[in-house]
C-alpha cells in the first residue's frame, strides 16, 4: 500500500509543532485508541508518535519513511553508526537550541583547547567528541542520560556538554557556558534513495506543501500606493520581493497600487523607508499558503 509514515515525537517540545506543521499542510488525522498510530484521512500519510531518542532508528530500520526530530538526536546516533546515512531533506526552524560546554564558575578551563584530557559528561557523547575532534581536542566523554549539570559538583566531570536554552539550570548549578559547539532545530529526516517511484511522488507532493507553509511563514503580502516614478525604488526597498503587481488609481493616475510578496522580513526601519520614497496606505498581512 502506498502510503507515507512519518514519525514524530509523542510528547515534549517538537511534539505540537511538528502535528501543527503537517495539520498546516492540510493533513487530517484519526486517531487510534492507544494515540501511538494516527491514520491520515485526507492524504496518504500516518503518523506513528514515538520518543524522540528512537526517531533515528526508526528511519534507519525502515520502520517509517520520515522522521521529524531535532538536529542533535539525529546527529548524535548518525555519529555512532557512521555507516549508516540518514537525508535531511528540510530544515523546520523550530525546535531552536544549541549544544554547549559548560564548566564550573571557578574552574581554570577557559577555552575549548583547555579540554584535552578531560572528561566532559553529556547525553550526546558521540556528537561531542565529534565535534571536539574538528577542533582537535580529545576528551573522556561519561555518558549520563539525564541530569547532566550536577556531574562536576559531584566530582564526575570537568566540564559538561548539553542542551542551553535560556541558561537559567546551568546558573543554578554554579556553571558558565564555555562555548557553542552546535546550534539545532528541527529538521525533516528520511531515505529518499529507498523510496519506492510511487512513494518518492507522494512525497515530493508533500515538500511542495511543506514548502509552501515554510515559506508562507516566512513571507508578507504588502499594499500601498505609490507615485508611478517611485515603483522602481520602492521596489527595491521591499525585502526579498518578487516583480509587484500595479494597479492603477482612478482617483489618481500619478499613482498606482502596489501589491508584492515579501519573502524576507519586513521589519519597521522597511515600512519607514517605504513611506519616505512615497508609499501611502501601507498595508502588511501575513500569508497563510503559497505554493510555486
Excluded at 502510503?3 to 517538537?14: D, E, K, M, T
Excluded at 508518535?49 to 548518525?78: H, K, S, T, W, Y
Aim: aromatic residues 4%; charged residues 25%; proline residues 4%.
Amino acid at each position: 500500500m502506498n502510503r507515507i509514515r512519518i514519525a514524530i515525537q509523542r510528547s515534549g517540545r517538537l511534539s505540537e509543532r511538528s502535528l501543527d506543521l503537517l495539520q498546516r499542510c492540510g493533513l487530517r488525522f484519526a486517531r487510534s485508541k492507544d494515540k501511538l498510530y494516527w491514520y491520515g484521512q485526507d492524504f496518504p500519510v500516518d503518523l506513528l508518535l514515538v520518543r524522540d531518542d528512537d526517531i533515528p532508528r526508526i528511519l534507519l530500520d525502515g520502520v517509517c519513511d520520515l522522521g521529524i526530530v531535532g538536529q542533535n538526536i539525529a546527529l548524535e546516533v548518525l555519529r555512532e553508526d557512521d555507516d549508516r546515512e540518514l537525508q535531511e531533506l528540510r530544515e523546520l526552524g523550530f525546535g531552536r537550541c544549541r549544544l554547549s560546554i559548560a564548566v564550573p564558575e571557578q574552574s581554570e578551563i577557559k577555552s575549548i583547547a583547555d579540554l584535552e584530557g578531560c572528561r566532559i559528561a553529556t547525553s550526546y557523547p558521540a556528537l561531542t567528541n565529534s565535534l571536539l575532534g574538528e577542533q582537535g581536542v580529545k576528551a573522556e566523554m561519561v555518558k549520563l542520560s539525564g541530569s547532566v549539570e550536577i556531574a562536576p559538583g559531584l566530582g564526575t566531570a570537568d566540564a559538561i556538554s548539553d542542551l542551553v536554552s535560556t541558561g537559567t539550570t546551568l546558573r543554578a548549578n554554579h556553571l558558565t557556558e564555555l562555548d557553542v559547539l552546535f546550534e539545532s532545530t528541527a529538521a525533516l529526516y528520511g531515505q529518499m534513495n529507498r523510496l519506492p517511484d510511487e512513494k518518492r511522488l507522494l512525497l515530493e507532493r508533500l515538500l511542495a506543501r511543506l514548502d509552501g507553509v515554510l515559506q508562507a511563514a516566512e513571507s508578507k503580502y504588502v499594499m500601498l500606493h505609490a507615485p508611478r516614478d517611485a515603483v522602481e525604488e520602492i521596489t527595491r526597498l521591499l525585502p526579498g520581493a518578487e516583480h509587484p503587481s500595479l494597479m492603477n488609481l482612478e482617483s489618481d493616475p500619478d499613482r498606482v497600487a502596489l501589491h508584492a510578496v515579501c519573502r524576507e522580513a519586513l521589519f519597521w526601519e522597511h515600512l519607514e523607508s517605504l513611506k519616505n520614497a512615497g508609499a501611502s496606505a501601507i498595508l502588511v498581512m501575513p500569508v497563510e499558503k503559497m505554493l510555486g
